[in-house]
């Protein structure tokens, strides 16, 4: 595990090494083909447990202040 939930993620950071799918991709995360999750864009870390006990790791946008 390299980030945790709630921790930034700038795009293209490791978020989780492994071997097999124990952490499957949400939104805005990539694998590689040895498994590793990466972020698609900055933003924070969110993990979710969803249907058959799968975990799934997002990464949620930040929302930047309105240009006034």
């Given at each position: 595990m390299k980030l945790y939930g709630?921790?930034?993620?700038l795009a293209g950071n490791i978020l989780?090494?492994?071997?097999?799918?124990?952490w499957h991709p949400g939104?805005?995360?990539g694998?590689?083909?040895?498994?590793t999750l990466f972020a698609l864009i900055p933003g924070?870390?969110?993990f979710r447990t969803k249907a058959q006990?799968?975990?799934f790791v997002s990464v949620v946008p930040v929302?930047?202040?309105a240009a006034e």
């Open positions: 709630g921790e930034r993620a989780v090494r492994q071997r097999g799918t124990t939104r805005n995360v694998m590689g083909k040895d498994h924070h870390v969110e006990g799968r975990t929302m930047e202040a």
